[in-house]
């Protein structure tokens, strides 16, 4: 190994690299528009547009309605007059959510029985309707209890106990904001995508110049060759995660909990995997057009299976098994664990294993793969 000939590789890279202002311009800040963009997705849903049947016309209901709105997942928007008002702004879309409140609310109230109020949501997005319908039936049971309480003291009688004391804790995102969750997932899923695509064109571009075939009769080993292309990338991936480390911090107040030292050397085993991943494509695709193509095959399955969107512990027995072949699932567990927990390689010493022995296997297994194509 003959470093000299691989710094000299590494500076032509550089040169390119920084010579390039749309690439340095996308390199750099399309990551951190994918942070903001994913950032601001949240899978809360707040102020759904609902429509109001209001039977009853009491200060019981008023009550009841003065509640949804306050939870900040339903917004009164609507008033109709009858059921099939209802159903209209329900099924033309301006109404997410709707709420009929039956004309003997108040008396059923006061005389101790459970009145039957309905709430009717737009199930076509299954997720936003059972939360929906979770928030429903909370509110219901708290201004029911509520009522009876304060009709009990008024009449002087016991004050009737009601379900289970439940003393509920969040732990390490006490405010339950989504954020916290969402942009340590982003960072990963970015850097994934970034090193794997800057890999890959890297290579791609030489074949295409007609450049790749002069640096392999050059007296430079394919070794060196690979070190001083890997290491300008490996800078690349270190600013990009400090620059979405920064933007969560100072941006949307994620802090991070951990070592931020620990989380640069699991950055650095995770580099191994990306850049073997866009060394693999592009020793099989010809053109730059067939890698892009190609990398969808490796990074959609991946953002799937990860747990980036969906749990792992909700999928298929078998898709959760194809899960753990995939070093995203890994990285994403270490990276909300030191950035959300703040725990250490006393935890994640076996995601980290892992990690870097499939890491290693790719990058391996694609680097040999890639002497042979030019040798």
């Known amino acids: 190994m003959n470093w000299r000939r691989a710094w000299t590789i590494a500076r032509k890279e550089y040169t390119q690299f920084f010579r390039d202002k749309r690439t340095v311009a996308a390199t750099m800040l399309l990551p951190l528009i994918q942070v903001v963009l994913y950032g601001y997705l949240s899978s809360d849903v707040r102020y759904q547009p609902t429509v109001v049947w209001d039977l009853s016309r009491s200060a019981e209901s008023r009550q009841l309605l003065e509640a949804f709105t306050?939870?900040?997942?339903?917004?009164?928007?609507?008033?109709?007059?009858?059921?099939?008002?209802?159903?209209?702004?329900?099924?033309?879309?301006?109404?997410?959510?709707?709420?009929?409140?039956?004309?003997?609310?108040?008396?059923?109230?006061?005389?101790?029985?459970?009145?039957?109020?309905?709430v009717a949501v737009d199930a076509s997005d299954a997720t936003a309707a059972r939360t929906s319908l979770s928030v429903a039936q909370?509110?219901?049971?708290?201004?029911?209890?509520?009522?009876?309480?304060?009709?009990?003291?008024?009449?002087?009688?016991?004050?009737?106990?009601?379900?289970?004391?439940?003393?509920?804790?969040?732990?390490y995102n006490t405010a339950l904001r989504q954020e916290v969750f969402i942009v340590p997932g982003v960072l990963a899923l970015v850097m994934q995508f970034t090193m794997t695509f800057l890999s890959m064109s890297t290579i791609v571009r030489e074949r295409e110049l007609g450049t790749l075939e002069q640096l392999?009769?050059?007296?430079?080993?394919?070794?060196?060759?690979?070190?001083?292309?890997?290491?300008?990338?490996?800078?690349?991936?270190?600013?990009?995660?400090?620059?979405?480390?920064?933007?969560?911090?100072?941006?949307?107040?994620?802090?991070?909990?951990?070592?931020v030292f620990l989380l640069y050397l699991?950055?650095?085993?995770?580099?191994?995997?990306?850049?073997?991943?866009?060394?693999?494509?592009?020793?099989?695709?010809?053109?730059?057009?067939?890698?892009?193509?190609?990398?969808?095959?490796?990074?959609?399955?991946s953002m799937l299976l990860s747990g980036f969107i969906f749990p792992v512990d909700a999928m298929p027995v078998p898709l959760q098994a194809l899960s753990y072949l995939v070093p995203l699932t890994y990285f994403l567990t270490i990276v909300r664990g030191i950035i959300i927990k703040g725990i250490g390689?006393?935890?994640?010493?076996?995601?980290?294993?892992?990690?870097?022995?499939?890491?290693?296997?790719?990058?391996?297994?694609?680097?040999?793969?890639?002497?042979?194509?030019?040798?």
């Open 70 to 118: 306050n939870s900040q997942y339903f917004s009164m928007k609507y008033r109709a007059e009858s059921m099939g008002g209802v159903v209209r702004r329900i099924a033309d879309g301006q109404a997410l959510a709707g709420i009929v409140i039956p004309p003997n609310y108040a008396s059923l109230l006061h005389r101790g029985k459970t009145p039957q109020v309905m």
């Open 266 to 301: 699991t950055v650095l085993v995770f580099f191994f995997t990306t850049l073997g991943t866009g060394i693999l494509v592009s020793t099989v695709a010809k053109t730059y057009i067939q890698a892009i193509q190609l990398i969808q095959f490796f990074l959609m399955p």
């Open 216 to 259: 392999v009769v050059s007296p430079i080993r394919s070794s060196e060759l690979m070190l001083g292309k890997m290491l300008p990338l490996m800078t690349i991936g270190y600013i990009n995660v400090t620059a979405i480390l920064l933007m969560a911090v100072l941006w949307f107040g994620v802090p991070v909990a951990g070592s």
């Open 138 to 171: 909370a509110i219901g049971a708290s201004v029911s209890a509520d009522i009876q309480r304060k009709t009990a003291i008024k009449r002087g009688t016991p004050i009737p106990k009601i379900g289970v004391d439940i003393r509920a804790r969040a732990w």
């Open 345 to 375: 390689i006393e935890y994640l010493w076996p995601q980290i294993t892992l990690l870097a022995a499939l890491g290693l296997g790719v990058f391996i297994f694609a680097v040999t793969r890639f002497q042979k194509r030019i040798d």
